[in-house]
């Protein structure tokens, strides 16, 4: 079993649309959750981080289930601009912060 | 947030030949940096994980005499690929942790053609 499995896209919704992500983990250790978005060819930048009381920020709201060991993330209103690959991240500090990185999840809005 | 300078941002070199990557912190203590590498339609690949003053940590695979990792400063991390084969092309991109949070920020990336 992988240790951060996401869903394997991609996703291909309508401009306007809500999209939803998600994602486990495995190690019940990790501490540290983050949704990073990767533009093709570009490097990969953080988009949120994920408190386990959840946060919103704009369009985008992140959730966390430490007991389900469950990550998730929320679109609303999907902009042509949102289309990107979104990558699920777990940081643990017991192996010296390594992040371990989904696989991610392709988007593709259509206008 | 804070910023990773990565360059070169592309290279094309020859067989054979060793290409040096950077990645600076500029605005933080960069505790731990991380190196990756990814394949066209492939998620990153963690290569090596360095700490600064200390040897790397390689992840399996990844060929230690190969891939040269130098972690001198807390601000300061290089890749060198040496003897470069067409097969190491890729993007190769860097990251680095500070002393307090456990986000970590990435460098622009260096997409490195072997020819």
């Known amino acids: 079993r992988k240790e951060v499995e996401q869903d394997p896209g991609p996703f291909n919704v309508p401009e306007g649309a809500t999209v939803a992500f998600n994602c486990t983990y495995s190690?019940?250790?990790?501490?540290?959750f983050f949704w990073y978005r990767q533009d093709c060819r570009k490097e990969p930048k953080l988009l949120m981080s994920?408190?386990?009381?959840?946060n919103e920020d704009g369009r985008f709201t992140a959730q966390l289930n430490r007991a389900s060991q469950y990550i998730s993330l929320l679109i609303r209103d999907s902009k042509l601009s949102d289309s990107a690959t979104y990558l699920c991240?777990?940081?643990?500090?017991?192996?010296?912060?390594?992040?371990?990185w989904g696989a991610g999840t392709k988007l593709i809005i259509k206008p | 947030g804070a910023v990773v300078s990565q360059h070169p941002s592309w290279v094309i070199c020859k067989s054979g030949t060793s290409v040096k990557i950077e990645c600076r912190s500029l605005?933080?203590?960069?505790?731990?940096m991380f190196w990756y590498r990814q394949f066209p339609k492939q998620s990153l690949m963690l290569m090596a994980t360095?700490?600064?003053?200390?040897?790397?940590?390689?992840e399996q695979g990844v060929e230690k005499d190969k891939f040269l990792i130098n972690h001198a400063s807390l601000t300061l991390s290089t890749l060198t690929v040496t003897s470069a084969h067409p097969e190491d092309s890729s993007f190769y991109i860097c990251?680095?942790?500070?002393?307090?949070?456990?986000?970590?920020?990435f460098g622009q990336g260096t997409r490195l053609t072997v020819v």
């Open positions: 990251s680095a942790i500070g002393q307090v949070n456990t986000e970590a920020f």
């Open positions: 605005d933080f203590q960069a505790t731990t």
């Open positions: 360095s700490n600064e003053g200390s040897k790397a940590t390689y």
């Open positions: 190690n019940s250790a990790s501490q540290s």
């Open positions: 994920v408190y386990s009381s959840g």
């Open positions: 991240v777990v940081n643990n500090m017991d192996s010296n912060y390594q992040l371990i």
